[in-house]
């Protein structure tokens, strides 16, 4: 296995599921290549490790090879042999697994949903600390991410510390509370954890049902630091009404339970380097910004008569989450108020995918709104540069990155204050915040009038005083979403954690 040069800062291994942009489906793969991106340039030694999916997108993937190894990892009482490749993406040092398990665990042709999830990442997690251990490597952090690689915390301590693996310290980041992981407890034995010793309500028990185990709740309890994605989302998940039965175990736990916004990749994310937009522009020339408006709208089929007719954008997985019924509300709401709407979203849920389809026909040839229900990255850049404004109604929302993304492409959000939003987006007409920090249309209600409020306040704003709305404009382009804040913190979150371990063990 490849050795790990040696490096004045620390050893970080993210240990994940996804990674932007070759294996990505939503945020989570965006923060392990950004946060890792920005802990690098401050002198980290960041890798990853991933699953060898055959689904991911191998062009972004620098100098893929094979390890001349057989990394052999137990599952179900057995010892199964998996190939190790090492390829690099962004600059990043990566490991992909490629377990030789007769289940062909990463050969579905999708990321998630399937209905061994369960199993393909438990072996998974076991099998990237076997490979850590194997290799002799001794990382300061071990960072996993969401229930996929929630059960490397219990796995870590339970038998890898044993077995040697032990210089680390587990820093578990939940990106999303709602998915849970939890299955029938026996089905953690599989990866050789004591299901007796670990099926208890103080450790990975789930909370509502006594016969199953929550590997988020596992990870909760075994790591070291326990972090979500933003300030407002870790308040709102320790109270009863959010935290998705895991308030009480987070209470529990809070003192190492934090939340840190996450940045946007902005070297991906910006408006004067896109090659995908039609013209790259800046917050000082945003004439680049009207021809992009221009040529998305002709490329989808919109009418571009009156260049000042407010395009409202929305870029999302539509989920019950995200506030399905406030978009479509959105959509006619717009239509209404003279402007028009761009929905660029896809549904996993196959009667929301139905419904949206519905009223992508109904609206088919129409002139002001149109919904493309795939994803498209490339449609995205063009959707975040033509976009006056951008809609984001969610029910709950960790934190979110279209509200950031729009805002450095120029695009006003218009959002519900809840998780993220609410640490990101401030009211225009909201007094009590400071002028400068004011940046979009922000409503509480996660109802039709809240939508309309806010919608309808934009609208005039954009229509009775451009030149105040072009000052706003410029200023959102301004603000500093990158992963330099968050990295930061983390780089705090991590030394302080290992400064502490280490003089315990000076002190024993
Ligand atoms: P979540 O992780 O809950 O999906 P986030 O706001 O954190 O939401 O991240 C969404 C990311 O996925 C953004 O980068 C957004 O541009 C992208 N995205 C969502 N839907 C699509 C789509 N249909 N086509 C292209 N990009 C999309």
Redesign the pocket.
């Known amino acids: 296995l490849t050795s790990s040069p040696k490096s004045q800062g620390l050893y970080v291994v993210h240990i994940a599921a996804e990674m932007a942009p070759v294996a990505k489906v939503?945020?989570?793969g965006?923060v392990v290549t950004g946060l890792g991106k920005a802990l690098q340039k401050r002198g980290h030694l960041v890798e990853i490790i991933l699953p060898k999916y055959d689904c991911m997108q191998y062009d972004g993937i620098g100098n893929l090879r094979a390890l001349d190894v057989v990394l052999e990892s137990y599952f179900d009482g057995k010892l199964y042999k998996n190939e190790v490749w090492v390829g690099t993406i962004e600059g990043l040092p990566v490991y992909f697994i490629e377990p030789h398990h007769p289940g062909k665990f990463f050969w579905r042709g999708q990321f998630y949903g399937e209905h061994d999830d369960f199993k393909r990442f438990s072996f998974f997690s076991r099998a990237a600390l076997e490979l850590l251990l194997q290799a002799g490597k001794k990382p300061d952090i071990i960072h996993c991410h969401d229930w996929q690689t929630a059960f490397v915390a219990p796995l870590y301590w339970d038998i890898y510390a044993p077995k040697g693996l032990n210089s680390a310290r587990i820093c578990f980041t939940c990106?999303?509370f709602e998915y849970q992981g939890s299955a029938p407890a026996s089905e953690l034995a599989s990866c050789g954890l004591d299901v007796q010793q670990l099926n208890r309500p103080d450790r990975m028990q789930d909370n509502s049902a006594h016969d199953r185990i929550n590997p988020i709740k596992g990870a909760v309890v075994f790591s070291n630091i326990v972090t979500t994605v933003s300030p407002t989302y870790a308040q709102e998940v320790r109270t009863s009404e959010g935290g998705k039965g895991l308030h009480s175990t987070l209470n529990f736990h809070a003192k190492k339970f934090i939340g840190i916004l996450n940045g946007i990749d902005t070297d991906v994310w910006n408006p004067a380097t896109d090659t995908l937009l039609e013209v790259q522009y800046n917050a000082n020339d945003l004439q680049g910004k009207a021809e992009n408006k221009i040529a998305t709208r002709q490329h989808l089929g919109l009418s571009t008569a009156d260049a000042r007719q407010p395009l409202v954008g929305c870029?999302?997985?539509l989920v019950p989450?995200k506030g399905v019924h406030l978009i479509r509300h959105a959509i006619y709401r717009t239509l209404e108020l003279g402007g028009q709407f761009l929905l660029?979203?896809?549904s996993p849920v196959a009667h929301i995918q139905r419904e949206f389809e519905g009223i992508a026909n109904h609206f088919q040839n129409h002139e002001h709104i149109r919904l493309v229900l795939?994803?498209?990255?490339s449609?995205?850049h063009s959707i975040y540069a033509a976009s006056d404004m951008f809609i984001i109604p969610s029910i709950f929302e960790p934190?979110?990155?279209?509200q950031m993304?729009a805002m450095r492409y120029g695009s006003i959000p218009i959002a519900r204050k809840t998780g993220g939003l609410n640490d990101s987006v401030f009211d225009v007409d909201d007094d009590t915040i400071p002028l400068q920090f004011r940046n979009g249309y922000t409503f509480l209600n996660p109802d039709e009038q809240g939508v309309n409020s806010a919608l309808e306040r934009a609208f005039n704003h954009y229509r009775n005083d451009p030149e105040s709305w072009q000052q706003l404009v410029q200023r959102d382009m301004d603000i500093d979403f990158s992963w330099e804040s968050s990295a930061s913190q983390y780089e705090e979150l991590y030394s302080k954690s290992v400064a502490r371990a280490r003089a315990a063990a000076s002190r024993s």
């Open positions: 939503g945020g989570l965006d990106h999303n870029i999302t997985r989450q660029l979203g896809s795939k994803y498209d990255e449609l995205a934190c979110g990155l279209t993304i």
